[in-house]
């Protein structure tokens, strides 16, 4: 390491790491002109994505479509980034979600004694073997078909693998002798939680939410192919690729729009996430 980097702040050294990864800065601009283009496009567009044109129905690419419609005369291109929105938001929140759940649950269980960190990981076990699709198709009889549901169910599952890595970094953490010196000193168990544990668990935390991202929008995908998720009018990627699949034999076009976006999303995320997870390693030198 370098004597200017000796007064950098670990946030700046992370920085400087990820700004030196050409795949990673890369992934990052990716990232951000697809979310650019999400967010901003539709503003843009003259048709609104549930605008119908029966007399037009599918037809391919061109200068007034320039993605082509659907069956509908419905403008793709419209659709394909009001749908990016969805997907977005569904990754990110249901991640958010996650990351809440997990991490409180995972330092408190890795904090306290044998016997209650014991009984809240069998619990975690039970739910793990708890079958995905069960527990949604299960929330949708109850509750019926709500976009807030696809943050629940989905950020209710994807926490479970955040607290166990969590719990693994606070029985590490516990043992190191600034916290057994906190202990000592009377630091009640709130303060060594938030004082101690909460600031060094952040670095797994943030790698892990990074990857759970893509993790989380192809689950949402999946659920929407499946019909359990958004539910037309409405469409996300899952949605019209759901579409396209079903008739890509006659209208290949509305297949490979909306999969293109979704793949170059998902890759650039994954990238970013495997950029970030070498950025923050501590052993990495500049």
Not at 148 to 169: D, P, Y
Not at 244 to 255: D, E, K, Q, T
Not at 276 to 285: E, I, M, Q, T, Y
Request: net charge positive; charged share 15%.
């Amino acid at each position: 390491m370098s004597a200017a980097s000796e007064h950098l702040t670990p946030t700046q050294l992370a920085w400087r790491r990820l700004c030196r990864s050409r795949v990673s800065v890369a992934a990052l601009l990716l990232l951000g002109f697809m979310m650019l283009l999400c967010v901003a496009g539709p503003w843009f567009s003259p048709y609104g994505p549930n605008d119908q044109d029966l007399e037009l129905r599918a037809v391919p690419p061109n200068a007034a479509h320039w993605l082509g419609t659907d069956p509908l005369g419905r403008d793709l291109a419209t659709r394909i980034l009001h749908g990016g929105r969805i997907s977005l938001l569904v990754g990110v929140m249901a991640t958010a979600v996650a990351v809440v759940i997990g991490v409180g649950y995972g330092l408190v269980a890795g904090l306290s004694g044998r016997r209650v960190d014991a009984l809240m990981m069998r619990a975690v076990d039970v739910l793990y073997a708890f079958p995905f699709i069960t527990f949604v198709i299960l929330l949708v009889v109850i509750f019926g078909r709500q976009f807030v549901l696809i943050f629940v169910a989905i950020g209710a599952v994807e926490w479970l693998t955040m607290a166990r890595v969590v719990r693994g970094q606070v029985l590490t953490l516990k043992k190191l002798e600034y916290v057994q010196a906190a202990r000592a000193a009377g630091a009640g168990f709130g303060r060594i939680l938030f004082r101690h544990m909460l600031p060094n668990v952040m670095g797994p935390v943030i790698i892990y939410a990074s990857l759970t991202v893509p993790g989380v929008m192809l689950l949402e995908a999946t659920l929407s192919f499946l019909g359990l998720g958004i539910q037309p009018p409405d469409a996300s990627w899952g949605v019209l690729i759901s579409e396209g699949a079903a008739s890509m034999a006659v209208y290949p076009w509305m297949l490979i729009g909306p999969s293109a976006f979704f793949t170059l999303t998902l890759l650039a995320l994954n990238l970013l996430g495997d950029g970030l997870r070498d950025a923050l390693d501590p052993k990495s030198v500049l």
